[in-house]
């Protein structure tokens, strides 16, 4: 069995030691890993899968659900780069989740796309919740400011999932744990139906202790990525 695997399956049971037998959803990053990967990951039983770069994605997980008629249903692909307007009626059919949804305008065009192409789509609003302004998201102050309209930006095929929330770029971990437990209160507090998506191969342990209901795990699976490659 490749390394990866075993690496995904003991992830999997340490989630499970640290919320009681309550894990979130395990999503395997494959971003940037060849078709044989993913491949692989299927047979092992791996269901949850992470892209950002859309053409990718639907280059190997087309060739998956042809190679494998029940991939179609089993397999859930998640978004994870920021959405952009332009480009977004491509997710629709390929993605069940998109984790990056960061303006009003993309909230608009991804509502009225997926009712236009009728496929289903699960979304979170991303959150900036360090300030950095490399960082793509809505503040809490302006979600807070907007909260009665955004409980209605839904419909029969797009629905409102939660929200995703990332650490600092230097990894605090001091830090993360500070701004993970903000969006947990945050969530609790003004939107307690909502779902969090937090935590990644550095700081999963800190955003599943939290109660997040999925986190996002590449390079601590699969090995570092290549530079170069559509990594961000
Ligand atoms: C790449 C990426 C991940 C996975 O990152 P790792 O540090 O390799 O686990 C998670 N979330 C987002 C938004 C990403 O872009």
Redesign the pocket.
Known sequence: MPDYITTYQSIQNECKTLTNGNPPTLIA?S?TKPYEVVREAYLQGIREF?E?YIPEAIEKFTKLREEFPDADTSVNVHH??PVQSGTLRKLFGVFSYT??VGSFSSLHELLKRAEKEKKKIRYFLQTNLTGENTKHGFSLQTLLENKTNLASQQNEFCVWEGF?G?GPSSGDLMETTEVFTKLKNFREEHFPGLKLSMG???D?TLAVGLGSNYV??????FGE?EYGAH??
Do not use: L, Q
């Open positions: 990053v971003k992470g950002n994870i780069g984790h990056g995703m990332m990644m191969s550095g999963y996002r795990i590449g390079s601590k699976i990525r990594s961000v």
